[in-house]
C-alpha cells in the first residue's frame, strides 16, 4: 500500500478490495432472473502458489489497482463505515448537552459567541444564527457588536 493510504480511512476498503481481487470477487446474482450468485476467480490476482518474486508483483500490482479503484470512487463520493454513518445520522438529532462557546477574553463567561449542541461525536450550530451573529461582532477582542441585526430595512 503507499504511504498516501496507508493509515487513512479508506485502507480497510484498499484490504477489502484486494482480498475480493485475491480471492475471486462474489457477483451477488439476479434473484429475479433466477442468477444464482457467483465468485469471478481472477487468477491475475491470486498470488498464492508463485514463486515469491512473481507473488510479491502480483500482491503490489493488486494492491495499486484497489487503491486506483477507492481513489476513483473518491473523486465525487465518500465512502463511509455503515456504522459510522449510523452514528452521523444520529448526530443530526440534536440531543446532547448545550454548550456556550466563549473566548478567552470573556472571563466572566458572559457574552457566548455561540451556542453548540453536543451530539455524540460532532457539536451542532445553526449556521445562519452563527454566521450572522459573529459577522456583527468586531473581530478584535472583546468582539463588542459593531452592527445591528439584519432586519431586511435599509437606514437607522
Ligand atoms: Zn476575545
Partial sequence: MSEAMTGTRSAPI????VAALS?????????KENDPVK?????????????PEEAKLITTGTTMIAEAIVQLIEV??????????ALLRESHEPTGPVVAVHCRC???RTD?????TISGPV???????LIGGLSRREAACPHAGV??????QDGS
Fill in 123 to 129: 457539536a451542532l450550530v445553526d449556521g445562519k444564527q
Fill in 14 to 17: 484498499v484490504d477489502l478490495i
Fill in 76 to 85: 465525487d463520493h465518500e465512502i463511509v463505515a455503515r456504522n459510522e454513518l
Fill in 112 to 116: 457566548p459567541l455561540a451556542v453548540l
Fill in 39 to 51: 465468485i469471478l476467480g481472477l487468477p491475475a490476482f491470486r498470488a498464492a502458489g508463485r514463486p
Fill in 23 to 31: 480471492g475471486g470477487l462474489v457477483h451477488a446474482g439476479d434473484a
Fill in 147 to 152: 452592527r445591528k441585526p439584519n432586519t431586511g
Fill in 106 to 108: 470573556d472571563g466572566t
